[in-house]
């Protein structure tokens, strides 16, 4: 069965500071990965997804993932973090045969003025 | 148009309540999810709706009762709830159900809370 795991429940980073957050999967085929963003109270906004080709991703509001299969990781970064960027953290993985995604717990992320 | 809209946003109901919660997209997509979000946990998947056919049931209590009347809308039916029922409620839809790599975009979600 496909899983999630991120490692960190809560970071804390300066404004402006560089950022990165952890995430490992388990899955038998080729993934799907995605990173999504919650502000409190509010629904999961897409960030990026990662299915094939490049290994380096892009995403909004200046975010990138890298893909490393022999790591089973897609960690997310971002060079420069700002006060908005505080939020819920989500890395889910999505499996076709079974028509939906699985979710890690998720990271906090609080910024530092 | 590429939201997923979702009313109301705030629900308080008694547990002998019957309420509904509504979500609507016009973005062509063709499955729409309903997840139940506990504070601090991540979304937990309840139903999947794909081309208006129920395809996923995540052993959901029969209090709650999806319901997809076309395929811009979904609805949720809820009847004696239990205070533990109440979290935040999120409709996600993706363009196909098997095609599990294009994502999923999700409402803003309904807060509800059983009383």
Known sequence: ?113 | DTEVTQTPKHLVMGMTNKKSLKCEQHMGHRAMYWYKQKAKKPPELMFVYSYEKLSINESVPSRFSPECPNSSLLNLHLHALQPEDSALYLCASSQDMAKANYGYTFGSGTRLTVV
Not at chain 1, 11 to 30: D, K, P, Q
Not at chain 1, 98 to 108: E, I, N, P, V
């Open chain 1, 1 to 113: 069965a496909q899983s999630v795991t991120q490692p960190d429940i809560h970071i804390t980073v300066s404004e402006g500071a560089s950022l990165e957050l952890r995430c490992n999967y388990s899955y038998g085929a080729t993934p799907y990965l995605f990173w999504y963003v919650q502000s409190p109270g509010q629904g999961l906004q897409l960030l990026l997804k990662y299915f094939s080709g490049d290994t380096l991703v892009q995403g909004i509001k200046g975010f990138e993932a890298e893909f490393k299969r022999s790591q089973s990781s897609f960690n997310l970064r971002k060079p420069s973090v700002h006060w908005s960027d505080a939020a819920e953290y989500f890395c889910a993985v999505g499996d076709t045969n079974a028509g939906k995604s699985t979710f890690g717990d998720g990271t906090t992320l609080t910024v530092k003025p």
